[in-house]
Each structure stands twice: as structure tokens, then as C-alpha cells.
């Protein structure tokens, strides 16, 4: 690029609208040799007419393409960086397991490789929501709604129990309108974060033994280990029951329905959707009659059939 003098000369030039070598040695108080360098110099760089009197050319026309082949040789060597990172980082798991498998303990570093597993991600993250988090409440996880907003798909089964905690239920509405993928289950067997099957973060401490200490978890790498998470999660995924926010008015109450054919008893949907039991009632009665049955495990077998959910 330009050095520390040729920027100087290349300033005064501009300011003097032209000048010879003669002139500029009397501006910037230097030799007669070394200001006609300078200018030839500038000229050689597109940065000046020829002389005998020189004058300055744009700076952005004579830079832009040096730039340009810079900024193409900065990106060309950080693939290559990263190309034998990934090589280096590959063939290291395969020599030693702690590559491989590595142990965070405490909940604020569990939190942080949370977050940092959701704001790397690409493509999609999995999730086993169990009812009693670890590392933090659902409202806090405000990484999840930027990741959605780029483009990150989020799949998500929660435990019913959760569903019933203050504010989750709220939450988990928020990110399936910005396309979270949402279900349910009864139970789970482990808590558990995908990110792009490629890292997966799964809690070691069974809850019998919450508060004896530090929570512990395992950050797991590509390996058959990951690929066995996955295909957990994925067997539990088709047999969870899809949970969907409410529709049009010609579809009101898809959440009603869905919480009612997860099981949860009326009382808890009613608190959760911030009406009586007795509204509840009355529009489940609705959706059997449109449902044509008149029980409610028949209505539960025709939103299935019919797809409501």
C-alpha cells in the first residue's frame, strides 16, 4: 500500500492542485531527490498524472482493486485456516478421547456453552426441555429467538410438566410464532442440546442428585456417541405430541387442543391460557361437536385423524 511518507506527499498534493518536485520539496521541507521519489512513487501507484507537473488521481479508483485482491487473499487464507483446523481437530479425536469428550461443570459455564452452541449454529438445533432446568429458564433463552431470526431451525420437545411452570408456557408460544418446532411428552429421559449433529451438550448428574453439587455435563463431539443422541432424539421426536399455537379465527384454538391432547387436566390448561375452567370446558365441548363425537378421547383420535395438530 502507501508508506508513512507517500501518504503525506499524496495529501499535499491534493491540497496544491499539481505541483513539481521542486514545489513539493518546499512544502514538505524536504530534498529535491527524495520529493520527486515520492512523486514518481505516486504515479507508479496510480495515485498521479506523470510529471513534470504532477497531479493527484482518486484514491478509491487506484486502491480499490488492491484492496479488493487483499481482502480475496485474507478470506482465501482463513479457509485454508480453517480447513486445517478442522483436519487437525479431526484426526486429534481420533487419538485421544478428550477431544472427543469434554466435561463442563457449574451452571453459569453450562449457561455459557448453551449460548454459545446456539449463536454458532447454522442450520438446526435439537432440544430435550425436561421440567426442571439446570441451567436456565426458558424466558432467559433470548439466543434462541436470534438464531430462529437468522434462520436456525429449532426443534424442541418439552416435558409436560414443564408446560405447566410459570411463564414456560408463554415462552414456548413466543418461539413456535417465530417457527420454533414444538412437542411434547410426558417424560424425558435426559436433558439434552444439538447443535447441527455435529455438538451435542447433555447434563451427567441425575436430578436424585441436584444439589449435592456443581452440575456436570458432557460436551460431545462428532463420534458414534452423537450419532446414538441423535437418533434418540429423533425416535422420541415421532412419537411426541405436536404443540401448536393458536389459528386464525376460523382455527382459535389450536393451543387449547393441544395442551388438552397432551394430557395436561383442565384446570392447568385453564390457568395457563388465563381463563376458567368452565370456558375450557366450553370450548372443548365446541371442538367435539365440530369433531362430531361426543367423548372426549374420541376427539383426541379425530384431531389426530383429521390433522388438527
Not at 426458558?138 to 408446560?163: F, M, Q
Request: hydrophobic share 45%; with cysteine; glycine share 6%.
Amino acid at each position: 500500500m502507501l508508506s508513512a511518507p507517500e501518504q503525506q506527499a499524496y495529501r499535499l498534493l491534493v491540497r496544491m492542485a499539481g505541483a513539481a518536485p521542486a514545489d513539493l520539496a518546499a512544502q514538505a521541507a524536504l530534498p529535491g531527490d527524495e520529493a520527486r521519489a515520492l512523486l514518481e512513487a505516486l504515479h507508479r501507484k496510480g495515485l498521479a498524472t506523470a510529471g513534470p507537473i504532477f497531479h493527484a488521481l482518486p484514491a478509491d479508483v487506484a486502491l480499490g482493486d488492491a484492496l479488493l485482491r487483499e481482502q480475496q487473499s485474507l478470506e482465501s487464507a482463513r479457509r485454508l485456516v480453517a480447513t486445517l483446523s478442522e483436519e487437525y481437530r479431526t484426526n486429534a479425536r481420533r487419538r485421544s478421547p478428550e477431544h472427543l469428550v469434554e466435561i463442563v461443570t457449574g451452571a453459569a459455564a453450562l449457561r455459557d456453552r448453551l449460548r454459545e452452541m446456539q449463536d454458532s449454529a447454522r442450520e438446526e438445533i435439537l432440544w430435550f426441555c425436561r421440567a426442571n432446568p439446570i441451567a436456565m429458564q426458558g424466558p432467559e433463552n433470548t439466543e434462541e429467538l436470534t438464531a430462529l431470526d437468522r434462520g436456525v431451525r429449532y426443534r424442541a420437545i418439552y416435558e409436560r410438566e414443564l408446560l405447566e411452570k410459570p411463564g414456560e408456557l408463554e415462552s414456548i408460544v413466543d418461539a413456535m410464532k417465530l417457527g420454533e418446532l414444538s412437542r411434547t411428552l410426558p417424560q424425558l429421559p435426559v436433558r439434552l442440546a444439538v447443535a447441527d449433529r455435529a455438538l451435542a451438550i447433555c447434563p451427567l448428574v441425575p436430578d436424585a442428585a441436584r444439589g449435592v453439587g456443581e452440575p456436570t455435563a458432557a460436551l460431545i463431539r462428532p463420534s458414534e456417541l452423537l450419532d446414538a443422541l441423535v437418533a434418540l432424539f429423533e425416535s422420541y421426536w415421532e412419537r411426541a405430541t405436536p404443540l401448536r399455537p393458536d389459528g386464525s379465527e376460523e382455527e382459535p384454538d389450536k393451543l387449547l387442543l393441544s395442551l388438552f391432547v397432551a394430557g395436561l387436566p383442565d384446570k392447568s390448561i385453564a390457568t395457563q391460557l388465563g381463563v376458567s375452567r368452565r370456558t375450557v370446558q366450553r370450548r372443548l365441548d365446541r371442538l367435539m361437536e365440530a369433531a362430531g363425537v361426543d367423548t372426549r378421547a374420541g376427539l383426541a383420535f379425530q384431531a389426530a385423524r383429521r390433522g388438527w395438530l
